[in-house]
């Protein structure tokens, strides 16, 4: 069974990159047709898909944030990572991974980070 | 963009009651629809997917059905554990389109 863990600072300032990754154990991240994505929520507020991650490498993003978002993988590490670009308050959110065997649904889950854009 | 609709936004029933959830696409989606479950201050849980399939390990008071454009959710004889938001989400065709419904939050009356 995969567990995800999110990992990464928990404020940052308005203007700079968020950067956040995904600890996967229970599991190969290379395997085969595993897609490996990220979903925030704003505080009392839905779920928003930011973007996925192939096996293979090839990325998917929302394309509301497809100009600031980089998803990557790191199969030494087990790991993918997020990088959002130009924050402001409006990305301050609880930032999920998680992983699904088809493009969805997501199966697995991390316990989630909340991230605060602020001064 | 395929937007998804979810209504009712909150519900109160008894202990024991039939619940009912509608999602609609605004166009076509096949069975691409799940339905999670989120309880405050824990991540979704993967319950139903592909609009009717219910997840290993899921009680079988939870269940789906549609296609198309319309799906229902329903838990057929609400319990206390069952108290949560419930959201929809819609698969469509990456990276186009893989969005979340707006939620339905369920209570115990």
């Known amino acids: 069974q995969l567990q995800l863990q999110e990992s990464g600072p928990g404020l940052v300032k308005p203007s700079e990159t968020l950067s956040l990754t995904c600890t996967v154990s229970?599991?190969?991240?290379?395997?085969?047709?595993?897609?490996w994505g990220w979903i925030r929520q704003p505080p009392g507020k839905g779920l928003e898909w930011i973007g996925s991650?192939?096996?293979?490498?090839?990325?998917y993003y929302n394309p509301s944030l497809k100009s600031r978002v980089t998803i990557s993988v790191d199969t030494s590490k087990n790991q993918f990572s997020l990088k959002l670009s130009s924050v402001t308050a409006a990305d301050t959110a609880v930032y999920y991974c998680a992983s699904a065997a088809r493009p969805t649904p997501f199966d697995y889950w991390g316990q989630g980070t909340l991230v605060t854009v602020s001064s | 963009d395929i937007q998804m609709t979810q209504s009712p936004s909150s519900l109160s029933a008894s202990v024991g009651d039939r619940v009912t959830i509608t999602c609609q696409a605004s166009?076509?989606?096949?069975?691409?629809l799940n339905w999670y479950q989120q309880k405050p201050g824990k991540a979704p849980k993967l319950l139903i997917y592909?609009?009717?399939n219910l997840e290993t390990g899921v009680p079988s008071r939870f269940s789906g059905s549609g296609s198309g454009t319309d799906f229902t959710f329903t838990i057929s004889s609400l319990q206390p554990e069952d108290i949560a938001t419930y959201y929809c989400q819609q698969y469509d065709n990456l990276p186009n389109s893989l969005t979340f419904g707006p939620g339905t939050k369920v209570d115990i009356k």
């Open positions: 229970g599991g190969s991240i290379s395997s085969s047709s595993y897609y």
């Open positions: 592909d609009a009717s």
């Open positions: 991650i192939y096996y293979s490498g090839s990325t």
């Open positions: 166009q076509d989606i096949s069975n691409y």
